[in-house]
């Protein structure tokens, strides 16, 4: 009898420790809140660093089109497309700006040479694609406020990017300053 109870009473004491362990965790996550509702990812960006490396932000604007960020990249993977800038304008007018992010490796080696500031490292850090031509994004035919925009270059933006024949802007559509 003596035995039997002993049994009955650790069999108790080793259950009541385990929903212990079940309960302190459950409360601990209920005060926590879920990570989801902490980011609210994708919806809202996880936050990253001041000075994270994602993917770029690259202004067409301001874009002169002089071929050294593509220089300096050390696997080449921007692909620079221009052509003379019809008269009275003088320069280049880019007519695309491809970055293969399948070699890219985000050293930023790209951005220090540019002379007009107009390409940067930027926030965002997922660009998740069925094909592989989704990971070749022409900054030139991206809307500007998703190309230079912070954080708001997505997946959707690069789709609908690829039925865009010509760059969004273009010098040419100028009207002349003379
Ligand atoms: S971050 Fe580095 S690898 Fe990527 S495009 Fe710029 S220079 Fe090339
Ligand atoms: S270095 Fe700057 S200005 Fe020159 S092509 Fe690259 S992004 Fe454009």
Not at 39 to 60: A, K, M, T
Not at 81 to 106: R, S
Request: charged letters at 20%; one cysteine or more.
């Amino acid at each position: 009898m003596r035995t039997w109870l002993s049994n009955v009473f650790r069999a108790a004491a080793t259950l009541g420790a385990g929903m212990h362990v079940t309960l302190r965790t459950f409360v601990q996550s209920y005060r926590r809140r879920a990570f989801t509702e902490h980011f609210e990812y994708p919806e809202r960006p996880v936050p990253v660093r001041p000075r994270y490396r994602g993917f770029h932000r690259y202004d067409l604007t301001t874009c002169i089109g002089c071929d050294k960020c593509a220089r300096a990249c050390p696997v080449d993977c921007i692909y620079i497309g221009k052509e003379k800038a019809a008269p009275p304008l003088k320069g280049f007018v880019v007519t695309g700006f491809a970055i293969d992010y399948t070699k890219c490796m985000f050293c930023a080696l790209c951005v220090d040479p540019c002379p007009v500031d107009c390409i940067f490292m930027g926030s965002n850090h997922d660009i998740s694609t069925y094909t592989r031509d989704g990971c070749v994004v022409d900054y030139a035919k991206l809307p500007l406020e998703v190309a230079w925009g912070q954080a708001t270059l997505n997946p959707t933006a690069v789709h609908e990017s690829k039925r865009v024949a010509l760059p969004v802007w273009t010098k040419a559509g100028e009207p002349s300053k003379t």
